[in-house]
């Protein structure tokens, strides 16, 4: 089980009593607009939930004095080996240095515990938000990569859009 703490921040695994605040953020259609996923049901986010509970690379991001969660924030590895840091937050806290903070514990917890020499990070080029976070983090651009499809639309249809790739390298 991985426990991370900042100043401000608890990263941790997922608790089945996450569901409400994880509820807030995944099922918005402003959180979902650039992901993988549609807003997702009650029911979607319980599956969520019950996959990650156990996995130490899915974490939640929790206020310390407030006890509530306001993101996830985690990382995959590729077929390829190479590590790749992803993340969501619950707009209602934004603006407030808090996906910074967590990013920034992350990076540490996998260049130095983990022994990870570099991490990945996309996002879709009108997602603004998040990559200026991945720049605010010391991530460097490296390439611009067209006609990518995370999801379909209504019909069925692949969703093409562009993305931005990211590296940062242990310093």
């Not at 996450?18 to 049901?41: A, G």
């Not at 029911?43 to 004095?65: Q, S, Y």
């Not at 996998?110 to 996309?122: A, C, P, Q, R, S």
Request: proline residues 2%; hydrophobic residues 30%.
């Amino acid at each position: 089980m991985i426990h991370l703490e900042t100043e401000r921040l608890i990263l941790r695994n997922y608790r089945t009593e996450d569901f409400q605040d994880c509820y807030d953020y995944f099922s918005t259609e402003e959180v979902s607009r650039y992901e993988d996923f549609s807003p997702m049901s009650e029911d979607e986010v319980k599956e969520l939930i019950h996959e990650w509970e156990n996995e130490d690379n899915r974490l939640v991001v929790e206020l310390k004095d407030k006890h509530i969660v306001i993101g996830s924030i985690g990382y995959f590895v590729d077929d390829d080996g190479d590590y790749s840091m992803d993340y969501d937050f619950n707009p209602i806290y934004g603006r407030k240095g808090y996906a910074t903070e967590a990013g920034e514990k992350l990076l540490l917890h996998l260049f130095n515990t983990i022994g990870v020499k570099e991490v990945y990070g996309d996002c879709d080029i009108n997602n603004i938000n998040s990559w200026k976070l991945l720049e605010r983090l010391g991530f460097k651009r490296i390439k611009q990569i067209s006609d990518v499809s995370y999801k379909e639309d209504s019909e069925g249809n692949p969703i093409l859009i562009s993305i931005y790739l990211y590296k940062i390298e242990k310093q």
